[in-house]
């Protein structure tokens, strides 16, 4: 009972991890680095059941399954094998790595022969006879990342049995779900390097994405987490131990931050980085995600093909991401705009409560749900005789059309057509003399 109670306070630590001020440093190349730091910690974005499996199954759809998933994986993130098998020639003083599939001729530890066996019975009382993750492809034995691959199955198996289920109707669903938990699995040891900086792009984008969708500290505990998941599970000597290892890390990652791990792995799946941003738009919850990734990282989502490099520490996060990818540059206006080109929703609003404000941090987070920059043209309309300020009937008007509109949309591309639309309706409004919209931005506001 102690060391399960002692088990259970090592652990309690990594969920929240807020004790720790985290910042986010952007550096767009231009000689100075933006130092955003992240508003209070967020719950990650909700996926349900049907939002993940109807995602995981028109993502798989587009992706072939590798033979060899943990090789596969390997050459998606372009990470180096972390162990493997020689034999010594002793004739000429040659050591010659073993080919795929050749093993060593010696006495395996009984261990992990007896862990193996224990994983294989685990396999056929779950339905999946042999070897159902692919654990056992490059070596007899589940030992080195076949261990954590394990130790990460047991900790959301409810999750990867919903991946099975939206697969079912594909050729071998269980191959599918173990190449997501090999890229799953190697993606987490590569972050779990001492001051890693992923410089691949594809890894890249998915860090950034993986952030918008469950936040800053959640990401940082993940990490933490799953370093102990490594070095419970090498120490583990049975199937139970490994068990216990993986139930834990499964309580600090929760049910919607591991369906978000999972949607994406099954996304990065044998693609690329553009690629990979090409598809967050159409991701459910990539809309609150956006929103997400402005607040807690400063970035847009939309343009998050442009993160170049990820710089993790324990206490900072540094992006190297092209200028226009900032949050800041998607709520700014272009110096010297024209008075007669009105913004419909308000981006002069910022920190005045007059007239019902502050309004333009409220459109903001409306406009990052549709990955829409406030400076776009949607967001304009040529008014004859404008006239500012506007009066708080006007901002009202404007921001409960635009929120209504968007009421019940999940994905990025849903909620862009839904602003976009909004948007059209209040431009040809506020451009028709007479209407109340037109008056309210022709007459200005009482100062």
Known sequence: MGGL?????????????TTTARTVRLDTGEGRLLVHVPLADVEPVELNEDEFQGAVVELARSSRIPVRPQEAARRLFEVDARSASYT????????????????????PPAAEVELTRAYLRWCGRTGRTGDCLCLLTESPL????????????????????????????????????????????????????????????????????????????????????????????????????????????????????????????????????VGLATKVPTL???????????????????????????????????????????????????????????????????????????????FQKLFARAGMRMKDAENTVPIEGHKGPHPERYHQLVFEE?????QGCRGLAECRAALTRALDWLAREIATPGTELNQLVTRGAPR
């Not at 324990?314 to 990818?325: K, N, R, V």
């Not at 635009?402 to 968007?406: K, Q, S, T, V």
């Open 142 to 273: 589940v030992n080195g990342d076949g261990r954590f691959a394990l130790a990460l199955a047991l900790a959301k198996g409810a999750v990867l049995d919903e991946m099975l289920e939206a697969f079912k109707d594909m050729a071998d669903p269980h191959a599918m779900v173990a190449a997501v938990l090999w890229t799953w699995t190697t993606y987490m040891v590569l972050l779990s390097i001492p001051d890693v900086t992923v410089s691949k792009g594809l890894a890249a984008v998915m860090t950034a994405t993986l952030i918008s969708y469950v936040g800053i500290d959640t990401f940082w505990g993940l990490i933490v987490g799953f370093k102990r998941l490594m070095d419970e599970a090498d120490r583990a000597t049975t199937f139970n131990e490994l068990r216990e290892t993986g139930e834990r890390y499964g309580k600090v990652m929760g049910r919607n931050a591991a369906r978000a791990f999972a949607m994406l792995a099954t996304a990065a799946l044998g693609n690329t980085a």
């Open 88 to 107: 010594y020639e002793h004739h000429n003083r040659r050591i010659i790595p073993l080919g795929p599939g050749e093993h060593l001729e010696e006495e």
């Open 402 to 406: 635009l929120d209504g509109a968007m």
């Open 284 to 362: 459910p919850g990539s809309a609150p995600a956006a929103v997400r990734a402005a607040e807690q990282g400063g970035y847009w989502l939309p343009a998050v093909a442009e993160v170049r490099t990820v710089a993790i520490t324990t206490e900072t996060l540094t992006l190297s991401l092209a200028p226009g990818a900032t949050a800041m540059a998607a709520q700014g206006t272009k110096p010297g705009s024209r008075v007669d080109v009105h913004h419909i929703a308000t981006i002069e609003n910022s920190k005045s409560t007059l007239r019902g404000g502050p309004w333009t941090p409220k």
């Open 5 to 17: 109670l002692l088990a259970a306070l090592l652990w309690m630590p990594l969920i929240g991890c």
